[in-house]
């Protein structure tokens, strides 16, 4: 039920006030709803005059007119209304927020969530250590994470004190799993999974410990977990190959050659390459592909030159592997899908290892988007944003020019080819 009188608030409620309203709603939400200073209206209409005339009490007949808070305040309450300035606006409409009151009860917030993690390392062994107060100024620099709440930036903090204290405090207690130690924090063996606040907080507090950089990639995130002995999952990437024949007679460089015998492929996880990198084969060309199907008619063919498959995106484990090689010498040729995902990921693989371009040059495309028509295989459009090859500038303007996307599938008999060391 509405406290003014209905036809009172008819009027007041009318289009002569509408912009008055609209003013001190603004002005009250901003000072802390408090009936106090003094506001201008310009360019007023004939009707905004006589309505604010009857509503002041006073002539109004200039078309600007000043109106003091307080007074409103004053005549709505000797008024038929009946009622204050705030208890009138908010029967005209939503209630009014206190946006300083607002403002500051999240800055309250925002500085609890800090010294709260202060008095959570001053409680922990932690206290004193060189590195926390850089630790603890770094972190309120950077600020929480858009759209963690106070309280969930509370306990991640809390989180992250209780890991870097069995980490780094005084009775350490490495030699965990990364799964482990997130279950015991968290409760979830994912809690300290790559990419979450808790292990970017966590990591940067054993990088500021250990005097080190903070890494920028997934080899390096792994390193650094080592350093306070805590294991990284090491099993569930891998990276599919196939033909490698590394040295040594442990039982995975055996088991390998074993593989390449009998021309089947094999998936090597980071706990295999930790293992096989000073037995890898040394000074020979591998051939980088992006696509599986590659590999499995490789295998079919029995062909005899060592493949790595990026599959799609080059992860880390597949970087690590190429790394490896390389280190021993090995060269490369790469070949990937002729569309612009395809084109991007060829020139971080050619610039990075100096790979040669096999059969990705802009002649190549030509050839089989010609083959491919000419054989009635349905045409894929080229969609996305070009991206110019770092190995012939002719590629990405033919590409453009024929719009037809074309994956490594097309191109399977060529690659087998050169693979069987027919060519």
């Not at 009936?35 to 209206?41: I, P, Q, V």
């Not at 069995?166 to 994912?190: N, W």
């Not at 002729?338 to 990921?345: E, N």
Request: aromatic share 4%.
């Amino acid at each position: 039920m509405s406290k003014l009188p209905a036809a009172t608030r008819d009027w007041l409620a009318g289009p002569g006030l509408t912009r008055l309203w609209e003013v001190v709603r603004k002005r009250l939400e901003s000072n802390g709803v408090q009936a106090t200073g003094s506001l201008r209206l310009t360019s007023v209409s004939t009707q905004e005059r006589n309505d604010l005339s009857l509503l002041l009490g006073k002539p109004v007949t200039r078309a600007d007119v000043t109106v003091r808070l307080d007074a409103l305040d004053t005549r709505l309450r000797a008024s038929a209304a009946g009622l204050g300035l705030r208890d009138v606006l908010e029967e005209l409409g939503p209630p009014l927020t206190d946006r300083r009151a607002v403002r500051a009860g999240i800055a309250a917030r925002r500085e609890q969530v800090w010294s709260s993690l202060a008095s959570a390392l001053d409680a922990s062994p932690l206290a004193g250590q060189d590195w926390t107060g850089q630790w603890y100024d770094l972190l309120r620099r950077t600020g929480v994470p858009r759209g963690v709440t106070p309280e969930t930036a509370v306990r991640t903090l809390q989180q992250a004190v209780q890991v870097l204290t069995v980490l780094l405090g005084p009775e350490r207690g490495g030699g965990r799993g990364r799964g482990e130690l997130a279950a015991l924090a968290t409760g979830s063996a994912h809690g300290l999974d790559d990419g979450t606040w808790l292990a970017r907080l966590v990591q940067r507090g054993i990088a500021l410990a250990h005097g080190t950089e903070f890494p920028g990639d997934a080899a390096g995130r792994r390193t650094l977990w080592r350093l306070v002995s805590v294991t990284p999952d090491e099993v569930s990437s891998t990276v599919l190959t196939y033909g490698l024949r590394p040295v040594g007679e442990g039982w995975r460089e055996q088991a390998l050659r074993q593989r390449a015998d009998h021309h089947a492929e094999a998936h090597l996880t980071p706990r295999d390459l930790h293992d096989l990198q000073p037995q890898l084969p040394a000074g020979i060309v591998i051939h980088i592909c992006e696509n599986p199907r590659v590999v499995e008619a490789a295998a079919d063919a029995g062909c005899v030159r060592p493949v790595v498959c990026t599959s799609g995106s080059a992860a880390t484990v597949v970087i690590t592997l190429l790394d490896a090689l390389a280190a021993t010498g090995c060269r490369f040729a790469y070949h990937g899908d002729f569309d612009w995902p395809g084109i991007a990921l060829a020139n971080r693989i050619i610039l990075r290892y100096e790979a040669q371009p096999w059969r990705m040059g802009a002649e190549d495309y030509e050839h089989l988007a010609a083959r491919s028509q000419a054989e009635g295989i349905p045409q894929l459009p080229l969609d996305g944003q070009p991206v110019s090859a770092a190995w012939d500038p002719g590629l990405a303007p033919a590409m453009t020019a024929l719009g037809l996307a074309l994956h490594e599938e097309v191109t399977l008999d060529l690659l087998v080819d050169d693979l069987s060391g027919r060519t």
